[in-house]
């Protein structure tokens, strides 16, 4: 069966994070794209593939055939589309941060229940290799008890935050909602949070720097921090456990070999370097101390989509729950409205 879908947006994301992995997937079809103006350059090879574009958004969403709408548009668009979308019965894939709001977001939920039709926000960074080889190290269960994670996204980008304030402009919303949705979807909902977000070089300008610690009662505490004004290499991922630890050094590669203009479909794309594997050590079973290399994980953001193909059309559960799309807005929402440094408990 194929799942025939739409595209609202043709910019970087809808071209660098979505279609090269939708094109390679046989059972979804790209029927239409719209923006308000189409790059006609890199439109070329799409139109020579059968691909519609249009600046009428109603053509794209009075189209019947069309079950799916992936929308890729700047963050404060996210939820006028979105219930577009759906209000047309077309289910709907959210780009990050999926709304600006929980009560926004619950809305969304809400009105794709009334119409039965699936409601998505975009995790596609759950399917990073170098998360995929935390979740796997402690899945396998050698580090025992996890009691501490502490998970970076950082950069050297000094003086690129400097407009004001505003929520979805910043570091926190633009990266926080991925290094917190992969920690959610380990541990779950946290019950507290402990904020501190700012911009660390101009006083009221946009966050480019948040500290944010997720505490799962007194056993458990996961940090997530992004600086951007970072110059030495930090682990991407730290864990401590009862019985080991695991540190992981070096992004995924997906985004640079894109950025590279390599595909999805190129032997060796988006594989990891031997000199970042992450690093085991924990005891055994002897109580002898191990210390290992562990291969990372291919990722693939193609497996994102692959989801939703199960979930439409063999019934499967949604990749993201409701109460995990929420809980990230939640935290995110709260996070920016609260003084910093401040706690809060969700509730």
Known sequence: MTLVSGFIGFGKSANRYHLPYVNLRENIKVKTIFDLTINEDLAASYRAKGVNFTTNIE???????????????????????????????????????????????????ALGKEKGVLVQPYQNRRFDGDYLAVKQVIEQGFLGDINEVETHIDYYRPGSFTAPAVKENGSFYGLGIHTMDRMIALFGRPDT?????????????????????????????????????????????????????????????????????????????????????????????????IEKQIKTPLGDYGRYYDAVYATLKNGAEPLISEEEALTNIQILEAGFYAPSPSVYKLN
Not at 69 to 76: G, N, S
Not at 200 to 229: M, P, Q
Request: hydrophobic letters at 35%; one cysteine or more.
């Open 193 to 289: 949070v402990a904020y501190d977000i700012r911009n660390n070089e101009v006083a009221g300008a946009v966050d480019n720097y948040f500290d944010v610690d997720l505490h799962y009662g007194n056993t458990l505490k996961v940090k997530v921090k992004t600086n951007h004004v970072v110059a030495s290499v930090y682990p991407r991922f730290i864990v401590h456990g009862s019985n080991g630890s695991f540190i992981k050094y070096g992004e995924d590669q997906q985004e640079n070999d894109l950025k590279a203009g390599v595909m999805p479909d190129a032997a060796g794309f988006g594989e990891d370097s031997v000199m970042y594997y992450g690093i085991a050590k924990y005891r055994n079973s002897n109580g002898d101390w």
């Open 59 to 109: 053509e794209l969403l009075n189209d019947d055939e069309i079950e799916l709408v992936t929308i890729c548009t700047p963050a404060h668009t996210h939820y006028d589309l979105a219930k577009q979308a759906i209000l047309a019965g077309k289910s709907v894939i959210v780009e990050k941060p999926f709304c600006d709001t929980v009560e926004h977001a619950k809305e969304l939920f």
